[in-house]
Every structure is written in structure tokens, then in C-alpha cells.
């Protein structure tokens, strides 16, 4: 059976403004969502997902990371502005890339790869609006059964005004590619400023959806919303695809049994709340030995934050920055707020990247290390996966990229996306 930590968590920028604004500092109408289906039935784009029991945990890492070198991977391909790359679950010959823009472009697993291997997978752009500041195609997920039920879910922004989409898409059996056509809504979220819209999705070991959303934007939450649990801006959100219509709520989720928020707000907790308290959660990850959730939180003016995150909890924003009271001066702020993992200060970088738990071959010493990035400095470092909070992370690298996303195989090796260039990096032994 899962330790205690695995109950409760189940433990668990493209110009440089796209994510160096995640950084920057500027209401929203507010939506009643439908009424509930008394009966709901599940989407066609769902699928029965019993959940993933996990080994034992792994041995603690030893306490010092390695160097290592990051090189240039697939060094005949180039992307636009590549904003996540991902393998579909059990296959291990073909990349997938999202571009901001709103496509989505595969090519082979192969070193020697060259732009006439890269073929369309899916085209959004008839419906993406990334014309706002952090805007665009922002997420993918393959479904965990994917290989049997074909379905893909993919979150975007959308209008004017901008709005959040996170939706389900099936696979087209005659080409092999997104069936754009099919696309099955889930859920809305308006968006009252061009930046801080989070957008990142992925399963848990649960077989559960996770989503990020960050808080709506403007300097210093001036909504509030990070506090606010009526609506899902700062939020990471984890609903059942499987089952109900769009979606059933995980019955532990701790505003379980509350009216859904399908537009993002309501006048109750929301539901589908997993945890809260996020300025802007740009990228998250699962370590796949232990199942914990991995956040890295991009910081207002002073600090960048790592949290491992747990279900239930608070994580700060915008009472606190990282682990310090905010705003800067403020001395009484809530201690039941959860203290990061780990942080770093804003003369090391301003826009923090969340990486993965390292848990491939190639790198040996950097096994049981979570490995995450900045994307103004473009330096790159590491803590242990069992680290408390409070951790000093250690650096490992600092490059010239500007790390939009980190990615990971189904080997478990590590690659970067370098969002100006296009170009796709490995993290390597030195």
C-alpha cells in the first residue's frame, strides 16, 4: 500500500515575454455554472481507469547532484515556439511537440531526424488565441489507456476576452492524427488578464486529470483569487474523466459534494479544487516512482518557488511569495501555508520552470533528483526527491536557453525546450 505522504498527495515565455511575464504584475465577471446532471453519462471520450498502485519508495538520492551537460537533441529540427513534447504511454518511437501557435507536430524518436520527418498531428489554430502575453496551445495529455481508447486532452486559450479551454479529443483512425473536429469541452475558465493562465495537464498515477490554472493575472493578485476557492484561478484541479458528464469529482478531493465550477466560479468551494494558493503554476510533473506532484510556481518580484504538492493544502499565494510574507514588509501572514520545497531569489532568475524527478539510465548520479529551470537565466538545478521544505537547491547548470518546458521520455531521460530557438536539448552526463 501507498505511505502516509502518497495518501494525501498521492504521494502525489515566443519572445521572451511569454513566460518572463509570468513574472510581471493588472477582475473577472463572474459565471454561474449549469445546472448538474442528475444523471450524468460519462463523455464518448472516456474511458473505465482503474487506479495505478505504485512500488515501494525508492532509496533517497545521494545528497550532491552531478554536473551535467545539456546538449542539443534532434539537432536538424526546429519548432515554433515549443511549449511542451511529450511520448503517448507505451510507445516510444514518436515526439510530439505543442507550439503555442495552436498545432501540435510529430516526428520520430531518431538523432538523425530532419524537418521532412516532422508531420502535423493537430491543428488548433482556427480557435487559439496566443496572441495575449502567456496565451496559446499550453497543454497536452494522453490519456493513460490511450493505446485502446485513443483520446488526447489538450488546454488552450480561446476569444476575446481570453478564456482558459480544457477539452478531449479523439483520435482519427483513418489518418492517425487529432480528429480537431472531435473535441469535447470540459471546462472554461475566463481569463481577466493575458498572462498567469497556467494551462498545464497531465494523469496522475490515479489515472485522474490533473490541470493548472494560475490566478488570473495583474501585479500581486489583485483579485485575490489565489485565496479564493469559489473560483479555480491559482488552483491545481484534478477531476475523473471516466466517469460522469464532462467529468465526475475524485470523492476525496476536499470540496468534494459543491456545485462543479464548468465556467471556472461559482458561489461555493469548487469541487474540483486539488490544491490552492498558486500565483502560476508553469509546468508540473509526477515522479514516476513515487507518484508525487512537482509544481514550480513563478514568483511576483522577489522569489521563485518548488512545491511538492499535497491534497488539501494551502500553498501561500498571495499572502506569502515562496516562504516569505507578501507583501515585502508584511510581517503576520498565514502559517498554515505550506513552505516550498525549495526557492530561489530573483538575482539567480525570475520565471521559474517545473521540471521531473529524474528516474532514467544515462545520468546515473542524478537518479531521485527533481531537476527544474529558470527560463530568464536559464539555469537549471536539482534537489532531492525526499527533500523537506526549506532545501537549498543546488545548481547544475547554467545555460543560455530560455526554458519554456522540460520534457521526459518513457525511458525517464530529461530534454528542455528552448523556446526562442525552437530547438530541443538533453540533459546529459557531463
Known amino acids: 500500500m501507498w505511505s502516509t505522504r502518497r495518501q494525501t498527495a498521492i504521494s502525489v515565455t515566443t519572445i521572451v515575454t511569454l513566460l518572463a511575464l509570468a513574472g510581471c504584475g493588472g477582475g473577472s465577471e463572474s459565471f454561474e455554472p449549469p445546472d448538474p446532471d442528475p444523471d450524468p453519462s460519462p463523455l464518448a471520450c472516456s474511458t473505465d481507469m482503474a487506479a495505478i498502485e505504485l512500488p515501494p519508495l525508492p532509496d533517497s538520492p545521494d545528497s550532491t547532484p552531478p554536473q551535467i551537460g545539456v546538449q542539443q537533441a534532434f539537432t536538424q529540427l526546429a519548432f ?72 488526447v486532452y489538450l488546454s488552450y486559450t480561446r476569444g476575446t476576452p481570453l478564456e482558459s479551454v480544457v477539452s478531449c479529443f479523439i483520435i482519427d483512425s483513418s489518418t492517425g492524427n487529432l480528429d480537431v473536429d472531435s473535441e469535447e469541452v470540459l471546462l472554461t475558465v475566463e481569463q481577466p488578464q493575458g498572462n498567469h493562465n497556467g ?132 510581517t503576520n501572514c498565514d502559517t498554515d501555508n505550506v513552505d516550498p520545497i525549495t526557492e530561489y531569489d530573483h538575482s539567480q532568475g525570475n520565471s521559474v520552470t517545473g521540471g521531473y524527478v529524474y528516474r532514467g539510465s544515462d545520468v546515473p548520479d542524478l537518479e531521485g533528483f527533481y531537476v527544474f529551470g529558470d527560463f530568464g537565466s536559464g539555469r537549471i538545478w536539482a534537489v532531492p526527491f525526499d527533500s523537506p521544505q526549506g532545501t537549498e537547491p543546488t545548481e547544475l547548470i547554467d545555460t ?16 528542455v525546450l528552448h523556446i526562442n530557438g525552437g530547438t530541443i536539448h538533453q540533459i546529459v552526463a557531463d
Open 400 to 415: 543560455a536557453l530560455n526554458i519554456a518546458s522540460f520534457a521526459e521520455g518513457n525511458a525517464g531521460e530529461l530534454y
Open 80 to 151: 515554433s515556439q515549443p511549449l511542451a513534447m511529450l511520448q503517448a504511454p507505451g510507445d516510444d518511437s514518436t515526439w510530439y511537440v505543442v507550439e503555442r501557435r495552436g498545432t501540435i507536430q510529430a516526428f520520430p524518436n531518431d538523432s538523425s531526424a530532419t524537418m521532412a520527418d516532422v508531420e502535423p498531428f493537430g491543428d488548433l489554430t482556427d480557435r487559439v488565441n496566443s496572441s495575449a502575453n502567456e496565451a496559446g496551445l499550453l497543454g497536452m495529455a494522453f490519456h493513460p489507456d490511450f493505446d485502446n481508447n485513443r483520446v
Open 199 to 330: 494551462g498545464n495537464v497531465a494523469f496522475g498515477p490515479d489515472g485522474l486529470l490533473y490541470i493548472g490554472f494560475g490566478d488570473g493575472g495583474g501585479s500581486g493578485d489583485p483579485q485575490g483569487n489565489g485565496q479564493n476557492t469559489t473560483n479555480v484561478h491559482g488552483t491545481i484541479l484534478r477531476i475523473d474523466v471516466d466517469s460522469g458528464s464532462p467529468y465526475a469529482i475524485p470523492a476525496d478531493n476536499p470540496f468534494a459534494g459543491n456545485t462543479e465550477c464548468f465556467q471556472g466560479t461559482s458561489t461555493m468551494d469548487c469541487p474540483e479544487i486539488f490544491a490552492w494558493g498558486f500565483r502560476n503554476p508553469w509546468r508540473f510533473s509526477f515522479d514516476r516512482d513515487t507518484g508525487d506532484l512537482w509544481v514550480g510556481d513563478v514568483g511576483q518580484g522577489s522569489w521563485e518557488e518548488v512545491n511538492r504538492v499535497e491534497i488539501s493544502e494551502n500553498y501561500g499565494w498571495n499572502e506569502r511569495e515562496g516562504a516569505h510574507c507578501y507583501p515585502p514588509g508584511t
